[in-house]
């Protein structure tokens, strides 16, 4: 059973940090994509970063480039996005995916995950003092 598990968030003041985690199981991340999406109440969902585990590319959104890195342990079948300088408009919750592919370029900022993706039910992370 393919299952994505994430973890990590929390309530954190601006200029904080976290380390989110996607624990994925059921396969192996070995030829695929991952992609961390969030979605802020009345805002659009927003793709911001994905790692390719095919080719070791990586991608930010302009919005976190330089504040969060995203890196992939494929002995755990994990993804990391360690977030810095986190600040209130942060705030979302976090989840990972995958289309399957091993693409990982600017296309996240165009896609919703539809109903042929994997994901998981993620993490919720509130930045505020």
């Known amino acids: 059973q393919v299952q994505f598990v994430e973890s990590g968030g929390g309530l954190v003041q601006p200029g904080g940090s976290l380390r989110l985690s996607c624990a994925a199981s059921?396969?192996?991340?070995?030829?695929?994509?991952i992609v961390w999406f969030r979605r802020a109440p009345e805002k659009e969902r927003e793709g911001i970063s994905c790692?390719?585990?095919?080719?070791?590319?990586?991608y930010y959104v302009d919005s976190v480039k330089g504040r969060f890195t995203i890196s992939g342990d494929n002995a755990k079948n994990t993804v990391y996005l360690q977030m810095r300088n986190l600040k209130p408009e942060d705030t979302a919750l976090y989840y990972c995916?995958?289309?399957?592919?091993?693409?990982?370029?600017?296309?996240?900022?165009?896609?919703?995950?539809?109903?042929?993706w994997g994901r998981g039910q993620g993490t919720q992370v509130t930045v505020s003092s």
């Open positions: 790692i390719s585990f095919s080719d070791g590319t990586t």
């Open positions: 059921g396969f192996t991340l070995d030829n695929y994509n």
């Open positions: 995916a995958t289309d399957w592919s091993g693409r990982c370029d600017n296309y996240i900022s165009t896609k919703t995950p539809g109903t042929s």
